[in-house]
């Protein structure tokens, strides 16, 4: 198994998502992110976190995710966040999404479905359809 999939079952196992994993470097230092989501509305509490972060601290001190010295910043990915899987799509299922093309197409509604690969989004000209592979950048936002 991978580090990743090590990691999901970990956070699976507290009833949470693995949102996503990356590598950064911010002034200098190596952050190792893991994004959490949570399927019950409202979002993950600063208890979640918490706990994601001594359940998988000592996995990553037996197998460092990068080499040398890093952070581990254990967080929700936020109200508006990057798609860039299909799981992000499906765990944004009803929330406000812009979407960008190939052909440079902008797309802005409520994601409506994620069915083999095809984004349906309800939007005001009525339901788009594109599929995942066909779209260059994609988000969520939130109507402030």
């Not at 093309?101 to 349906?120: A, C, N, Y």
Request: proline share 3%; glycine share 6%; with cysteine.
């Amino acid at each position: 198994m991978s580090l990743e999939s090590d990691i999901k079952s970990m956070v699976e196992s507290l009833g949470l998502r693995l949102y996503d994993i990356t590598t950064v470097s911010e002034h200098e230092e190596t952050i190792y992110r893991v994004n959490i989501s949570s399927p019950e509305e409202g979002g993950v509490s600063m208890d979640q976190v918490v706990q994601v972060t001594k359940l998988i601290s000592p996995l990553l001190d037996v197998t460092p995710p990068v080499r040398g010295e890093y952070r581990l910043e254990v967080s929700s990915p936020g109200i508006e966040r990057k798609l860039k899987t299909l799981n992000h799509f499906e765990c944004s299922l009803g929330e406000k999404v812009r979407v960008q093309t190939l052909d440079k197409t902008k797309l802005k509604g409520t994601l409506k479905s994620v069915t083999d690969g095809v984004i349906t989004i309800e939007s005001e000209e009525g339901d788009v359809s594109v599929d995942f592979n066909d779209i260059a950048k994609a988000s969520t936002y939130f109507e402030w």
